[in-house]
């Protein structure tokens, strides 16, 4: 029956907004510091930001001179 | 008043609450809280190593979780392993059905998986005994087609279906542990937690939802696309979730304030966001658009701060390595790109 399943879609909907409504959520201000904290911290750390030398890109092999 | 007509009053009260709740927290804006911040200076990728071999568009790839293998799907029928270092194919994997939407390279790097049209999950076992990758399982319950997967481990994979629900799945027996039913439109993409406790999902229904692994539960719900979300990834300290729309926006939402915070938008991009990734510190958002590039932005400035061209056709996916070295792109013509 369309009605009955209906309704018991509708609770679960109503269930999950009630358990979403109800988490415990932190200021902005703290998610933003926390996410700058994040980068600032690992920026040295992330290759693509700081760049990579030839020397240590090991997808950029050093061309190798060699006598013949 | 009919229970229904209760219900309903109840979910929209209920809805507005969250939006107040929300707000309530909404003591400042990321671009507020980052203002003092200088823009990172412009980032100019190369093209490093261009992998050749796929016959028609690539699909999907994921690296593997040592620092140079990634596994990549085309729908010329083919999974192909790749060591990225030396452009070579480790393995190239014939599937049965060549209509391959996702695929997948297992954190331990023993397995690898596929799915599409087919609507199931196919997991391939790399390091077989004889040396032949064969198919391990198929994991077949999904009444839609299976748009992404990624593994928890060697015995769990976490699959996200055209039919709107994700599942949770015991490889050993081929079963699902756990359905997450809720999204109201095609589930497109998700993305594993660092902790592994955790997934995303984004959606045609325009929302991305956080589930609990382990409980079954949606924790968060997060609007404000307005369109699909075709892509999603987390922001690598685990709290905060980026999402790419066919709106022709991506965006950074935080778990913790359960709600958006900036959006990655520029007007003259116009088309949609197929794929993301971040980079290793979260500084970069890496995002690949229907328009064949790939835009840099800055994710706390929320500036553009460089583009990767090079594709003759759309970029359909993108991923940054373990280590943060390198990101790889794979494109509708047919190559696969490595960045740094």
């Known amino acids: 029956m369309s009605g009955a399943s209906n309704l018991v879609a509708m609770k679960k909907i109503v269930q999950q907004l009630r358990f979403e409504a109800s988490i415990n959520r932190v200021k902005v201000s703290q998610a933003a510091a926390d996410l700058q904290q994040f980068c600032m911290q690992n920026a040295l750390q992330d290759p693509l930001l700081t760049g990579v030398s030839s020397s240590t890109n090991p997808f950029r092999p050093q061309k190798v001179c060699s006598f013949l | ?340």
């Open chain 2, 1 to 340: 008043m009919g229970e229904m007509e209760q219900l309903r009053k109840e979910a929209e009260s209920l809805k507005d609450q969250i939006i107040v709740a929300r707000k309530g927290f909404a003591d400042t804006t990321l671009q507020e809280a980052v203002a003092g911040t200088a823009v990172v200076s412009r980032v100019q990728l190369k093209t490093r190593k261009t992998l050749r071999g796929h016959l028609a568009k690539i699909y999907a790839m994921h690296w593997g979780a040592g620092l140079t293998q990634c596994v990549s799907a085309s729908q010329d029928g083919k999974l192909i392993v790749w060591d990225t270092l030396s452009t070579n194919k480790v393995n190239a994997i014939p599937l049965k059905s060549s209509w391959v939407m996702t695929c997948a390279y297992a954190p331990s790097g023993n397995l690898v998986a596929c799915g599409g049209l087919d609507n199931m999950c196919s997991i391939y076992n790399l390091k077989g005994k004889d040396g032949n990758v064969k198919v391990m399982r198929e994991l077949a319950s999904h009444t839609g087609y299976l748009s992404c997967c990624r593994f928890v481990s060697d015995s769990e994979i976490i699959t996200s279906s055209g039919d709107c629900t994700c599942i949770l799945w015991d490889i050993e027996t081929g079963t699902e542990k756990t359905i997450f039913a809720g999204h109201l439109g095609d589930c497109m993409s998700l993305g594993v937690a660092p902790d592994f406790k955790s997934f995303i999902s984004g959606a045609c229904d325009y929302t991305a939802k956080h589930w609990d692994i382990r409980d079954g539960n949606c924790t968060h719900t997060l609007s404000g696309h307005e369109s699909d979300v075709n892509a999603i990834g987390f922001f690598p300290n685990g709290n905060g979730i980026l999402t790419g729309s066919d709106d022709a926006t991506c965006k950074l939402y935080d778990l913790r304030s359960d709600q958006e915070l900036i959006t990655y938008q520029d007007a003259t991009i116009m088309c949609g966001v197929t794929s993301l990734a971040p980079s290793l510190s979260g500084r970069l958002l890496l995002a690949g658009y229907d328009d064949f590039n790939v835009n840099i932005w800055d994710a706390l400035k929320a500036e553009r701060v460089g583009v990767l061209a090079g594709h003759d056709n759309r970029v359909s996916c993108i991923g940054v390595s373990s280590d943060g070295m390198a990101c790889c792109t794979g494109s509708w013509d047919s190559f696969l790109k490595i960045w740094n």
